[in-house]
């Protein structure tokens, strides 16, 4: 274990996990209301809190970061689908963060990024290289211990936009012939127009909306086969815990997606919606290709591991740290 003090500044509704996850931390509870509350007090009001609290080090998890402070600052940035993706974000959405990613990348001591394919979509967009780590995320070992079931239908989780390929993917389904239903768990984002007019045509799908955790659980024990064709991801956590459940997934050959997944998944091109349906199909009923992967997705998933990440993580800490000196 790593030899320091942590004090976590976190929501209310956030204290019960972390004081599970971390017991000895001090946890300092900030309710603010919304992203812009938040966003607006992470430059007023935090630095002073962080003069009275006096760490070695701030651990900023989500792009930007209090840019008057003399403290250290680890910062992470996820992808950089702001600048590669334009149409997957809002116009505002895009300029805030692309604004505040790149005075972030001047005045942190490092960046962590979570995929080598995301720190190269990076460094392409003017990240400095030399600031950015890797670490890679991790998986819960519960998802490891999930009894599945094999059942009848496909399922995806994530908010539906653009950016996760949807409308495609319903073609794809149209076109398998499939005798399966395909579950769409996730909240409705934004520029929905085109995902709306592909489920009206599509007889078998279901949208689930917004799962909880435990919600999410219990609709990929009973998948057949879990889906994900993002055009774009700086990880893709889903498919990490269908992979360590054993169930059978599809997923795009483009960015982190296919980084993390190796061969334990079938990957495609996220264009070419024939092959995405050739994949739903083998995915689904050939059980060799799904013996095959449900032994592999535990296999590869079990190198993500939480404790590495922490490794990781601690390691930029004290560069950062060294770096400041």
């Not at 692309?98 to 979570?114: D, N, P, Y």
């Amino acid at each position: 274990a790593l030899d320091c003090e942590l004090v976590l500044l976190t929501k209310a509704e956030d204290v019960g996990d972390l004081v599970e996850r971390a017991p000895n931390a001090e946890i300092v509870i900030c309710n603010l209301p919304n992203r812009a509350a938040r966003l607006a007090w992470e430059q007023s009001l935090l630095p002073g809190k962080i003069k009275r609290i006096a760490p070695d080090l701030l651990h900023s998890p989500h792009y930007s970061m209090p840019y008057v402070t003399g403290t250290p600052v680890v910062a992470v940035m996820h992808d950089a689908t702001f600048w590669l993706h334009p149409g997957a974000h809002e116009s505002h959405k895009r300029i805030w963060f692309k604004t505040v990613s790149r005075l972030t990348a001047r005045r942190a001591e490092r960046l962590i990024t979570v995929s080598n394919a995301a720190k190269n979509d990076l460094v392409e967009v003017g990240i400095p290289a030399e600031k950015l780590d890797v670490v890679y995320h991790g998986v819960d070992d519960s998802w490891f211990d999930l009894e599945t079931h094999g059942g009848d239908y496909l399922f995806f989780v994530g908010t539906l936009e653009p950016r996760k390929n949807l409308p495609r993917l319903l073609r794809a389904y149209r076109e398998s012939g499939l005798d399966l239903e395909l579950r769409l768990a996730g909240a409705m984002g934004w520029k929905t127009d085109e995902l709306e007019s592909e489920i009206a045509k599509t007889p078998g799908v279901k949208l689930l909306g917004y799962v909880s955790d435990a919600e999410k659980r219990e609709q990929m024990a009973g998948a057949r086969a879990f889906v994900y064709p993002s055009l774009s991801e700086g990880f893709g956590i889903p498919i990490l815990e269908a992979m360590a459940a054993g169930i059978p997934v599809v997923t795009s050959n483009a960015s982190a997606t296919a980084e993390v997944a190796g061969d334990a998944a079938l990957t495609t091109d996220p264009l070419d919606t024939s092959a995405l349906s050739e994949a739903l199909i083998a995915a689904a009923t050939d059980e060799s290709t799904r013996a095959r992967l449900s032994l592999a997705g535990p296999r590869r998933a079990s190198e993500f591991t939480w404790a590495r990440a922490a490794k990781a993580t601690a390691e930029t800490w004290r560069l950062a740290l060294e770096g400041h000196r």
